[in-house]
Structures are given as structure tokens and as C-alpha cells.
């Protein structure tokens, strides 16, 4: 492999870890704020 594809390649890795990580996050957000309102729904169909 040429050095230049090399650092190519590592450069594209990098960049991916860097994008999953943020997918992660954006994952973990969505799972965190969606807990409260299912919490909520759930509350709001009680008549007591």
C-alpha cells in the first residue's frame, strides 16, 4: 500500500469512529428524552 493511500485510509477511519460516536449520541438523546413522555402518556390516561 502506498503511503499516501495509507494515510488516506487512516484518515477515513478516524472520521468514521469520529461519526458513530456522534450517531451514538444522538441515539442516546433520542432514548432519554423519549422516556419521559412515554412516562407522561402513560400518567396523563389515569383518572383518579
Request: hydrophobic share 40%; net charge positive.
Amino acid at each position: 500500500m502506498k503511503p499516501e493511500t495509507a494515510k488516506q485510509l487512516k484518515a477515513l477511519e478516524k472520521e468514521n469512529a469520529r461519526l458513530k460516536k456522534m450517531v451514538a449520541e444522538q441515539v442516546l438523546d433520542r432514548k432519554i428524552l423519549k422516556v419521559p413522555d412515554e412516562k407522561q402518556a402513560m400518567c396523563s390516561g389515569m383518572r383518579w
